[in-house]
């Protein structure tokens, strides 16, 4: 990969986040599988759990993603038994967001995932370590302009290309 001595791209702190991003990305959806869930399915129900009775565009604004393709995941999760739509008492054309009983037991079974997952993945580091890496990954984020606790992988689900019209799900 180069001539000895000269910069490898694992030298490099964007690739070797993208590197890691990417894997553990792929490994959390992995782990969500048994439970019939993607990663946005995982975070909408963690939003949820702490901001009950949210609307779906309040959501969409959050997450910066285009509310169609929010619609639609709700419309997953509420299949699935996880989430309520309830009419707003303040205002009845919007619908506030609400977990279930079973979307609150599934929540805890993400969080149990996400533990380990993170125990998994920081593994090589002690524990001194990886709250450093949380310090710094944390400063990069703010400085970065990134919503504390959402994916920015949000914003691309079901955006439209420039010059294309909304393209339909599957």
Do not use: C
């Not at 702490?50 to 709700?74: D, F, T």
């Not at 580091?125 to 400063?139: G, I, P, S, T, Y």
Request: hydrophobic share 35%.
């Amino acid at each position: 990969m180069g001539k000895p001595g000269s910069r490898q791209p694992n030298d490099s702190a964007a690739f070797l986040l993208a590197q890691v991003g990417a894997h553990a990305s792929a490994a959390f959806a992995q782990r969500l599988t048994p439970l019939g869930l993607s990663p946005p399915h995982a975070g909408i129900l963690r939003v949820l759990g702490s901001s009950a009775g949210v609307s779906q565009q309040w959501l969409a604004s959050l997450l910066k993603i285009h509310p169609s393709r929010l619609v639609a995941i709700m419309d997953e999760l509420e299949s699935m038994g996880l989430v309520d739509r309830r009419e707003n008492p303040d205002d009845r054309r919007v619908h506030s967001l609400h977990l279930t009983k079973k979307g609150e037991s599934t929540l805890g079974e993400i969080g149990r995932i996400g533990r380990e997952h993170n125990e998994a993945l920081l593994r090589a580091l002690k524990q001194k370590d990886r709250e450093e890496l949380v310090r710094l990954l944390r400063a990069v984020a703010d400085e970065q302009g990134l919503t504390p606790g959402v994916h920015s992988g949000y914003s691309r689900l079901g955006a439209p290309r420039a010059g294309r019209e909304e393209e339909k799900e599957p």
